[in-house]
């Protein structure tokens, strides 16, 4: 869903929920267990200031639901999920002619520690790290 609720205001908010179960399996101990990995749900809301010119800005929250991850899949093991927020600052304009927009953005501003997977192999439980705070800089130009 994207709301302009304001001029040059924009709200959007992407929502999912999965509701995956095993129906058939020759374990049939599995069958009605959730999937391992498939997070329960995930969704973004964000909220962004976007002129046609000059500065603007934006912020998000990110949320990846609980999932389970046990390598036995009768859903013993599970991972809670995880929350980020990123923001940062645009600028729209003119560059020798050239329509341009750069975009300047702050992702896990909060230095969040989580696990962007979480998983079992041979009994053992591993996660691989999310990202930590990271900063990523973009150049966008209109050639017409």
Not at 42 to 52: E, F, H, R
Not at 82 to 90: Q, R
Not at 113 to 141: D, E, H, K, M, W
């Amino acid at each position: 869903m994207l709301w302009a609720f304001a001029r040059d205001w924009e709200g959007a908010l992407a929502y999912g929920r999965a509701e995956g179960k095993i129906v058939d399996n020759p374990n049939k101990a599995l069958i009605g267990k959730k999937l391992n990995g498939v997070p329960e749900d995930t969704g973004i809301l964000s909220v962004a200031y976007v002129p046609s010119e000059g500065f603007g800005g934006f912020g998000a929250v990110n949320r990846v639901g609980r999932y389970f991850y046990d390598s036995s899949g009768l859903n013993s093991l599970s991972y809670g999920g995880y929350t980020t927020l990123d923001a940062g600052i645009t600028w729209r304009g003119q560059l020798n002619g050239t329509g341009a927009k750069v975009r300047l953005a702050v992702n896990n501003l909060t230095n969040k520690v989580y696990a962007a997977n979480a998983f079992q192999i041979g009994g053992v439980n591993l996660v691989a790290p999310g990202a930590p705070r990271n900063v990523q800089a973009s150049l966008q130009l209109d050639f017409k």
